[in-house]
């Protein structure tokens, strides 16, 4: 991974290849590394974390330009081929991961996760959704709904006015608390400080941490999250 | 002099309660043993249904009696047991039904495809509903993205691999390089790893060392 460095990278600095007209792509080697951070970062989380749909269309736009460039190669140039093709499969298998990573995620816990959306909505109804992606917020309300259906039709149906008898604090998924997976947020992870954060506090605990740039620490999600959120931490 | 028969562990001193959930945990065993899933029992989640709505009534029977305070512990703790039981059988019905849901779930990113047919034979006719409209809304979610999520289980380490094929796959165009491919049983070749991914995930195909 460290030895080399990505063609997104190499191209920019002009490491003696061809480069084909529009170097001015969207995505930048920043990108790059954002990618990877996020999906890091979702890999490790228990919770969701915001989605980064912006990133993930200027990586795709990437990736069909870095396509382009594969066709235009001449027969000669079989190495620079291979090279562009190893970074594509591992900007794939990211990009691929990380989107699955999340929809399992949404899936396991559909119900706390429809519920985060909706309190995220209630408490900021102007803003755009952060949490869910449209796309990601289309398919959780059409699970949840195919969850529901399902349950009535193979249980509750089955019992001729079951469905009128029953209230719906029985039928109903959403009022089942040992359906509803919520994420375990004192599970402990291991943070990398990006910079330096302001001191906080572990809850029972008067014991005050500030973490510095380059601090390795293993600590609980919980009393973290903020400093994840706001870029000063990576989990690792 | 008659010798006493061995009886099994579940004698009758835990009969009263497993009037109430004997299907229930029965289908949960049931669920916690099978390889992927046992075959669907609508008869028994009938009767753990019937009796969910049979307890409901009972409790609610007691609560609009006559007499009925609801400040008494006493009065209170008939239709609390009914209540209690009550929970418990719909905890076990819907984790017996969630984990079938899961297991069907499982399957579909693990074939990437039809469900098999001996597979199939498992499900009811719910479920096979509800394994379409799973496929519909995954079909959908790689759509808005443009990308195929049944592939790249692995991180990738080589481009190419050395595989022997073990059954003839015929011609298919490979998702990775877009070329044509023909295998047939036998092949020993280098292809694509992105190619041939999911074919080796199914057993079609081995690296060979």
């Known amino acids: ?236 | 002099p008659v010798r006493a028969r061995w009886r099994p562990a579940q004698s009758c001193c835990r009969a009263p309660m497993d009037k109430w959930t004997k299907e229930a945990v029965e289908l949960l065993r049931d669920v916690e043993k099978a390889a992927w899933l046992p075959p669907a029992q609508p008869e028994k989640v009938l009767t753990v249904v019937s009796k969910i709505v049979d307890l409901y009534r009972r409790g609610d029977e007691l609560q609009k009696a006559d007499g009925f305070d609801g400040t008494l512990p006493s009065s209170v703790m008939g239709p609390r047991v009914y209540m209690l039981t009550l929970a418990r059988l719909q905890r076990c019905l819907l984790a017996y039904l969630r984990c079938r849901m899961e297991r069907i779930e499982a399957l579909r990113w693990d074939v990437a495809g039809i469900l098999p047919e001996e597979n199939k034979a498992m499900l009811s006719e719910n479920e096979i509903g509800y394994a379409e409209r799973y496929n519909e809304l995954l079909v959908e979610f790689q759509q808005a993205y443009d990308l195929e999520l049944t592939r790249d289980y692995q991180p990738p380490e080589d481009l190419y691999v050395r595989v022997n094929v073990l059954q003839t796959i015929g011609q298919f165009i490979g998702p990775e390089s877009g070329q044509a491919l023909d295998l047939k049983r036998g092949d020993h070749t280098v292809l694509r790893r992105g190619d041939i991914e999911h074919l080796i995930r199914q057993g079609l195909i081995e690296h060979s060392r």
């Open chain 1, 1 to 236: 991974e460290a030895c080399a460095r990505p063609v997104f990278d190499a191209a920019r600095s002009g490491c003696g290849m061809e480069e084909p007209s529009s170097s001015g792509t969207a995505a930048s080697p920043n990108d790059y590394h954002a990618l990877q951070t996020a999906w890091i970062n979702e890999r490790h989380a228990p919770d969701l974390l915001p989605h980064q749909d912006d990133l993930l269309g200027r990586i795709k736009e990437a990736i069909s330009k870095q396509e382009a460039r594969i066709e235009e190669l001449g027969d000669g140039e079989g190495i620079a081929r291979s090279l562009y093709e190893m970074e594509l499969e591992r900007v794939n298998f990211q990009f691929r991961n990380y989107l699955r990573t999340r929809l399992e995620k949404i899936s396991r816990m559909a119900i706390w996760a429809s519920q985060q959306a909706e309190a995220e909505a209630a408490a900021n109804p102007e803003a755009a959704p952060s949490l869910l992606s449209p796309a990601e917020a289309n398919f959780l309300r059409k699970y949840l709904s195919l969850y529901q259906d399902h349950i009535d039709a193979e249980a509750w149906d089955k019992v001729a006015g079951g469905r009128e008898e029953l209230p719906s604090g029985i039928r109903q998924i959403s009022a089942v608390p040992s359906l509803v997976i919520v994420p375990d947020m004192s599970s402990h992870v291991f943070c990398r400080a990006l910079r330096s954060c302001e001191p906080f506090t572990l809850p029972n605990s008067t014991q005050v941490l500030k973490l510095s740039e380059g601090d390795i620490v293993l600590l609980p999600y919980q009393p973290v999250r903020h400093l994840l959120l706001n870029g000063s931490i990576q989990l690792t």
